[in-house]
């Protein structure tokens, strides 16, 4: 592809190029219509560290950022950019538009304005263009499990970055689990005091055990994740707080052992991968718990998505409690197995009198009130299920959006989940089932990072990428070209390298240049 026409990621819905180029320079001046503020602070807080631009507001600005209500075709999201060599014209219906046709002025520009410090001597010229863009689902989502491995807020907020470069419009933040709680309660001190905490596992096959001796501990405060939202907001993107219930809960019974099955028992931070037994109990005690948790989920993340978890939950401690079966006869229940919806729908009645839409994972649907919102994972087929059983899905196919499994059969691919290779084409090639047939609404799409095997920041970085803007492609575009996303994310290399990302192989079968991967182990 010829350099003066950049390649994208993602692929906009209708693209022209033109002949010649707009140059920004220091004399450069934006014009702001009413409401588009935002997106003029956004342009300038991008570009300033590598271009030093000032980009000052003017009311003849050549490049004008134009918000028109009128623009109805556009949606939420869509922008039109219109680049000529002595203006260039972004508009929209909404300011997300102009924070999406942001990303793609970036991306536009020579790499080097990625860079965050100052770039010398680089002309900052921008192709001339015609291009309107729309995404094809709303949802466009990313998911981090920060309870695992514990990743600090800095690389929280510099996940939140890639994700709006790449238009993706949704981070998905796995709080808590077995194996650590990183959400304050500030109700429950001890969930982050003790659930935070644990002796560190080194990263083995899954389910077993190897101490080195280290702990391995870390949570965030109320101050960072409230500013974090903030920080994603003027980005475009939603942060969807998970604090898993009734499972996946062993981090909380260390806190807080009253909330378990067995009285009296004590029990530490699991320290194994895969699926504990553990669960909370099924009393009032664990629903006032929920309650103070969820409330204070709810005050410092606005999503309208408030997820719970809820799949791969054990019933084998409710079968051998007293109580439980007590709990399930007084409920008429037919069995203790019955607890798992009966718990979740208690827990969803509350976000939904809270104004929220509760989220959680199932294979199907099944056993999940009409008014939850479905993380379809196992099998393609279950989101069509899902989608008939009249609920809102969003598709989290394993086998296409699990970014934990290996992405080549490389001998230098960094250890992974056990499992077939899900490599980049595997992501790109994704197709999500039609719900014009169903009682449901297919919402969107989602890829996910779960942390066992991704201790660092470099191991973040190299299961991610490539495969996440694979996902972005298809989830913006709906139907890009295998041969012509390859071409282009030769070309969006060098926006990764400038961004610091250390990725994995863009050609699944050769080794990254000059890096073997051996270093992350």
């Avoid at 409401?35 to 490049?63: I, K, N, V, Y």
């Avoid at 408030?306 to 939950?313: A, P, Q, T």
């Avoid at 047939?437 to 201790?455: K, N, S, V």
Wanted: hydrophobic share 40%; with cysteine; net charge negative.
């Amino acid at each position: 592809m010829p350099a003066h026409r950049p390649s994208l990621v993602p692929l906009p819905t209708q693209l022209s190029y033109r002949p010649g180029h707009f140059t920004i320079e220091p004399g450069t001046t934006v014009r702001v219509s009413p409401g588009a503020e935002p997106a003029a602070a956004l342009l300038r807080t991008l570009l300033a560290p590598a271009t030093g631009l000032p980009l000052a507001a003017s009311t003849d600005g050549s490049f004008v950022l134009a918000l028109d209500p009128q623009l109805n075709g556009l949606g939420e999201e869509g922008y039109g950019l219109t680049v000529a060599q002595d203006a260039v014209l972004l508009r929209a219906a909404h300011l997300t538009g102009l924070l999406r046709g942001i990303q793609t002025v970036r991306q536009l520009l020579p790499a080097k304005a990625l860079w965050g410090t100052a770039q010398p001597g680089v002309a900052w010229r921008v192709p001339c263009v015609e291009i309107t863009d729309v995404p094809r689902h709303p949802w466009r989502g990313f998911m981090l499990d920060v309870a695992r491995h514990f990743q600090p807020v800095s690389q929280v907020r510099r996940y939140v970055d890639l994700l709006a470069l790449h238009k993706l419009n949704v981070l998905h933040l796995h709080l808590t689990d077995d194996q650590g709680w990183r959400m304050p309660v500030a109700a429950y001190p001890r969930l982050t005091e003790v659930g935070g905490r644990r002796a560190e596992s080194m990263v083995g096959p899954a389910g077993s055990t190897v101490f080195d001796g280290i702990p391995h501990e870390g949570a965030y405060t109320r101050r960072e994740l409230t500013d974090l939202v903030a920080y994603a907001v003027e980005r475009g993107v939603t942060v969807v707080p998970e604090t898993e219930m009734p499972g996946h809960s062993r981090a909380a019974l260390a806190a807080y052992p009253e909330l378990g099955t067995v009285p009296g028992r004590r029990l530490d931070v699991w320290t194994r991968w895969g699926v504990c037994e553990n669960v909370l109990g099924v009393h009032e005690e664990v629903f006032a718990f929920c309650r103070a948790v969820l409330d204070e989920v709810c005050d410092v993340f606005p999503s309208s998505h408030v997820h719970i978890g809820g799949d791969e939950c054990p019933t084998t401690e409710w079968a051998a409690s007293p109580a439980a079966r007590a709990r399930a006869a007084a409920e008429g229940l037919a069995d203790t197995a019955a607890l798992r919806g009966w718990f979740l729908g208690r827990v969803g009645e509350f976000l939904t009198e809270r104004g929220r839409v509760p989220t959680a994972w199932a294979e199907n649907g099944e056993g999940l009130p009409p008014d939850f919102t479905v993380m379809t994972w196992r099998d393609p087929e279950h989101t069509r299920i899902a989608l008939k059983r009249g609920h809102t899905v969003i598709s989290a196919q394993h086998r296409a959006s699990y970014l934990d499994y290996a992405q080549s059969c490389s001998p230098d691919e960094p250890q992974g989940q056990p499992g077939a290779v899900v490599d980049l084409r595997a992501v790109h090639d994704h197709e999500l089932p039609d719900d014009s047939d169903t009682a449901g609404r297919l919402l969107g799409t989602q890829a996910h990072l779960w942390t066992e095997f991704a201790p660092t920041a470099a191991h973040v970085d190299r299961l991610v990428f490539p495969r996440l803007c694979a996902h972005a492609d298809r989830a913006w575009h709906g139907s890009p070209s295998w041969p012509g996303f390859r071409e282009r994310l030769t070309a969006h290399a060098t926006r990764l390298a400038a961004l610091g990302v250390r990725h994995g192989p863009l050609e699944p079968h050769l080794p990254v240049p000059h890096r073997s991967g051996k270093e992350l182990s």
